[in-house]
């Protein structure tokens, strides 16, 4: 029955640790994934800036015979 104990509670020990080594690593990829978001967004919102800027040439339309 001891073993039982000694085992659950390593094992919560073990668990704790490795999840908050974890969390860490977990923290750093969403704080670069936001970083890329910003960038991406703001290249988008350029790129929707330039569209808005450039006109787009009009074809001429010629008459049918």
């Known amino acids: ?3 039982i104990i000694v085992s659950f509670l390593v094992g919560v ?3 704790a640790l ?5 969390i860490k ?3 750093v ?4 994934a936001k ?3 910003e960038v991406a967004e703001k290249e ?3 790129l929707k800036a ?6 787009t040439r009009k074809r001429k339309t010629t008459p049918k015979k």
């Open 44 to 46: 988008l919102n350029e």
């Open 1 to 3: 029955m001891i073993t």
């Open 25 to 27: 690593k977990l923290n």
């Open 18 to 22: 490795v999840a908050r080594n974890n």
């Open 50 to 55: 330039d569209l808005e800027k450039k006109p």
């Open 13 to 15: 020990v073990t668990g």
């Open 29 to 32: 990829l969403v704080e670069e």
């Open 35 to 37: 970083q890329l978001a």
